[in-house]
């Protein structure tokens, strides 16, 4: 669960992660590794996630309509080869700053290092590191959509589909 919510997080925290300054992300499945000073009880997160242009573009859709009214600040730049996001959002009481900086070529693999900052602390958490690492697989599995999440361990054999998940959110 704490996976999840990690996941979540990351979406709602970097709303410009997928505005149209990110590089697009080539379509299959792609596993990713998520690491976090948080501690979660283990080693990093591994999960799947077979992804099309619509899946990113379900995102963009949705983080976009967050940041335009949470966030103060959503930049997204090039510096050589890497891309640079920063945000300032505000979720309840709780203010998140967030640079997140991307580096790979999001057909074969990608990197994302990320450092949130919190005033005041969130759920006693002054600041958190994380870093992404994905790469991508191949074709998605047989019987797999576009938006489909695999996370080894998780409540219900740890399937879910995140369009399914975004679409059910409150719009903004």
Known sequence: MRYLISILFIVLAVPSLAQAD???RKPGLWEIKMTSD???GGGPMVSQHCIDAKTDDLMQQRTQGMG??????NTVRKEGGKT???SVCKFGGTTAATKTVFSGDFSSNYRGEIHSSYNP???GMKEARST????WLGACKAGQKPGDV???GMPGGGKF???EMMKKMPKW
């Open 161 to 163: 589909n995140m369009d």
């Open 132 to 135: 992404i690492e994905a790469k």
């Open 22 to 24: 990110m590089p697009k």
């Open 84 to 86: 640079i996001v920063e």
């Open 121 to 123: 602390p969130m759920m």
């Open 68 to 73: 335009k009214q949470e966030c103060s600040k």
């Open 38 to 40: 948080t501690g979660h």
């Open 150 to 152: 695999i996370m080894p």
